[in-house]
Nanobody, 118 residues
């Protein structure tokens, strides 16, 4: 079993920055694919970024050039640095883990609220 706990959300003005962190515990696998998702009110949850164990990354178009995902396998943490935030980035952000050999993100954190004011 993998437990994920997010932190770092909050209220920020447009153009500002936030850094989200996700701490993993339990049966965390250092070779798991880790991802950040977000869900805005009235919208479906969507991928923001993901990072493979070797450091390769993938970003949603909305995040490219502004967000950076990183991981520290020794510390079992995954971070999302968000710069140049926009009001449309307002959402609940979730950390998730996809274990090796599986096709979906099975483990999820409880989410952290990010609100960007205009």
């Amino acid at each position: 079993q993998v437990q994920l706990v997010e932190s770092g959300g909050g209220l920020v003005q447009a153009g500002g920055s936030l850094r989200l962190s996700c701490a993993a515990s339990g049966g965390f696998a250092s070779n798991a694919v880790m991802g950040w998702f977000r869900q805005a009110p009235g919208k479906e949850r969507a991928i923001v970024a993901r990072i493979w164990s070797g450091g390769s990354t993938h970003y949603a178009e909305s995040a490219k050039g502004r967000f950076t995902i990183s991981r520290d396998n020794a510390k079992k943490t995954v971070s999302l640095q968000m710069n140049s935030l926009k009001p449309e980035d307002t959402a609940v952000y979730y950390c998730a883990a996809q274990l090796p050999g599986t096709a979906e993100f099975k483990y999820w954190g409880q989410g952290t609220q990010v609100t960007v004011s205009s």
